[in-house]
């Protein structure tokens, strides 16, 4: 299968951990119906933990791009692109007390996929035709990782604490810190990201109506 022949403009979006990357997502799928935009996320593909890489201290990191199914990923986005549909089970995040569901993509005229490497891949990198980071000072994202992996995920916070300073840091400035010139728009998100979203959603319904 060829992405060339397809019809389906491309958006990549990345950002380290904590900056908002969900959030920001969340707020563009609320103006936007399924047959508008398709959103394919990286979350979804994290490798089962027992075959995620462990550190120098036997920690599992799951802030490698390794600890990603790249190519099923890579390859549900050629078949979106090619008017195909997509099937997969929902990624928990190793938490217990939350039920796996089917997570079921159709293919759209804007396809937006999301995650810490969507950039770091070239032949992801290459397939987007809009590219969009979005940034957040060390203590905002520290801030939302705690939050986020307290609640959400069930994490205690030395394991957060732990995981943001061995893991998190170091993958973002290996991953997506280098690709700050290469992007095409940074949305800073200290404080709201609400100028960057509505800037990018008159884009989208512009883009829907050509």
């Known amino acids: 299968m060829s992405l060339k022949n397809s019809n389906s ?18 707020d563009i799928k609320e103006h936007f119906s399924k047959e508008q935009i398709c959103f394919l996320s990286q979350d979804d593909y994290y490798k089962p933990r027992e075959l995620q890489k462990e550190d120098e201290n036997g920690i599992k ?15 549900d986005l050629v078949k979106l692109t090619n008017g195909m549909s997509v099937e997969r089970p929902e990624y928990t995040f190793n938490n217990e007390n939350k039920n796996p569901g089917m997570i079921h993509l159709d293919p759209a005229p804007i396809i937006i996929v ?7 891949e070239p032949k992801l990198f290459n397939l987007l035709d809009l590219k969009i980071l979005i940034h957040a000072s060390d203590t905002q994202k520290i801030i939302r990782r705690i939050k986020r992996d307290r609640v959400e ?16 840091l170091p993958s973002f400035e290996t991953y997506i810190f280098p690709f700050f010139n290469k992007v095409d728009i940074v949305i800073n998100n200290n404080k709201s990201f609400d100028m960057g979203k509505e800037m990018l959603n008159a884009f989208l319904r512009n883009r829907l109506h050509m």
């Open 9 to 26: 403009f491309i958006i990549g979006i990345s950002g380290g951990s904590g900056s908002g990357k969900t959030s920001f997502i969340r």
């Open 61 to 75: 990191n799951f802030d490698l791009p390794e600890s990603i199914e790249m190519d099923e990923f890579y390859f």
């Open 114 to 120: 999301e995650g810490l490497f969507v950039f770091y």
């Open 153 to 168: 995920r069930n994490y205690p916070l030395e394991d957060v604490l732990y995981r943001y300073e061995h893991h998190v």
